[in-house]
């Protein structure tokens, strides 16, 4: 087992919109890619964001060595309950997450 943030070169998380978040995993190379990859489970990454699994999207970008999650915001961007307005401090949960 290994922190996600020790295996790969940046994890980012960022708005996609005023209703989503999108988290960024950027591979050094194609074999750090795979591991990430197939480590990553989709259900432990949504219970880790506490969202619904039907609303988690997945992308896994060989080209690019990256893998991308999306999902909901859990309030819309730019409200008063609103508590990170570029969905910048999202990216440290998965960094910290444990994968094979």
């Excluded at 989503?20 to 219970?47: M, N, Q, S």
């Excluded at 039907?54 to 409200?79: E, H, Y």
């Amino acid at each position: 087992m290994a922190e996600l943030g020790a295996l790969v070169s940046k994890v980012r998380s960022k708005n996609a919109g005023p209703f989503w978040l999108t988290i960024d995993i950027f591979c050094d190379d194609p074999a750090t890619f795979e591991r990430v990859r197939r480590g990553l489970d989709d259900a432990a990454v949504a219970r880790l964001y506490n969202v619904d699994r039907q609303t988690l999207k997945r992308f896994d970008i060989a080209a690019l060595n990256v893998v991308k999650f999306s999902m909901p915001r859990p309030v819309v961007q730019g409200t008063r309950a609103d508590r990170d307005m570029h969905g910048a401090g999202w990216a440290c949960l998965l960094e910290e997450m444990q994968i094979g």
